[in-house]
C-alpha cells in the first residue's frame, strides 16, 4: 500500500496527478468487502451480498492461512474481472505489472495451498514460505524494486523487465512461468471463479493484454531465462 501511495496511484481523478482508476477500483472492492466481512462476523445481521464477502467471513470464523489467500483472493479476482475495462485504459508497462501482481499473489497462495504445485519436490518447505503472517511474502509480492514511483510510466516493458532484480527473475521465468496455466486452472477452482481460467493463454497473462501488445515486439513475458532460471526449472520441476 506504500506503494501505492507513493506512486500516486489512489490519488482523487480529479487531482492535478490523477490517479489510477484501476487500481482505485481493484483497492476500493478488497477494503469494501472485508469491511462487510467483518460487520457481518460483529453480528451487525443480513447475508453476505457476493461470494468474496462469504470468504472474508469463512476466514473470519475459522483463520488459517489458505482461507485468508481464498477472502483476500477472491476479492482481487472478482475486481480484476469487474473492471478489465479500466485496466485496458492503462500504459502496456501498467497492464503487464497489473498481470505480473496477479501472477504473484496466485502463487503466493498455491504455497500454501497446493504445495506441490507451487514447489514440485519441495513441496514441504512452501506452507512457511507463503505464509501471509511471515515477511517472505512481502518478497513475492513486491513490484516496489522494478517500478518507479511515479504514474503513468507508459508503454516501455522492456527497461523495466530488463532491470527486474535477479530473485525476481529467478521466481517468475525460473519457478512460475513453467506452471503457470496449472496455476490458472487449479486457482479458478480453488476460488470457485472459472472466469479466471480465460486470464491465461498458452503460458501468457491475458488479463488487458493482447495480440496488439506482442506486436509492439520483446514479448516480456517469455524473456531468456538466466542461468539460475535455467537451473531452477530442472530442480523445481
Request: aromatic share 8%.
Amino acid at each position: 500500500m506504500s506503494w501505492q501511495l507513493r506512486r500516486g496511484l489512489l490519488e482523487p481523478l480529479n487531482a492535478a496527478a490523477p490517479g489510477s482508476p484501476w487500481w482505485r477500483a481493484v483497492n476500493a472492492r478488497l477494503l469494501h468487502d472485508t469491511a462487510e466481512a467483518r460487520a457481518l462476523f460483529d453480528g451487525l445481521g443480513g447475508s453476505p451480498s457476493s461470494d468474496s464477502v462469504q470468504a472474508g467471513l469463512e476466514f473470519a470464523l475459522r483463520p488459517n492461512a489458505r482461507r485468508w489467500y481464498r477472502a483476500h483472493n477472491h476479492s482481487i479476482v472478482s475486481a480484476y474481472l469487474a473492471h478489465q475495462d479500466l485496466a485496458e485504459q492503462e500504459g502496456r508497462v501498467e497492464r503487464f505489472f497489473i498481470n505480473l501482481a496477479l501472477v504473484r499473489v496466485l502463487y503466493a497462495h498455491a504455497l500454501v495451498a497446493a504445495p506441490r504445485l507451487a514447489l514440485g519436490p519441495f513441496a514441504p518447505v512452501a506452507p512457511p514460505l507463503g505464509d501471509p503472517r511471515l515477511g517472505m511474502t512481502a518478497i513475492f509480492l513486491s513490484l516496489s524494486r522494478v517500478l518507479p514511483a511515479t504514474y503513468p510510466v507508459g508503454d516501455d516493458v522492456r527497461r523495466f523487465v530488463d532491470d527486474e532484480h535477479s530473485f525476481g527473475h529467478l521466481l517468475d521465468v525460473g519457478v512460475i512461468q513453467p506452471r503457470i496455466d496449472r496455476l490458472y486452472r487449479w486457482s479458478a477452482d480453488e476460488l470457485g471463479i472459472p472466469d479466471l481460467r480465460s486470464l491465461v493463454s498458452e503460458g501468457v497473462p491475458s488479463y488487458a493484454w493482447g495480440r496488439s501488445d506482442d506486436a509492439l515486439g520483446h514479448d516480456p513475458w517469455r524473456p531468456q531465462p538466466s542461468r539460475t532460471a535455467r537451473l531452477a526449472r530442472a530442480v523445481v520441476r
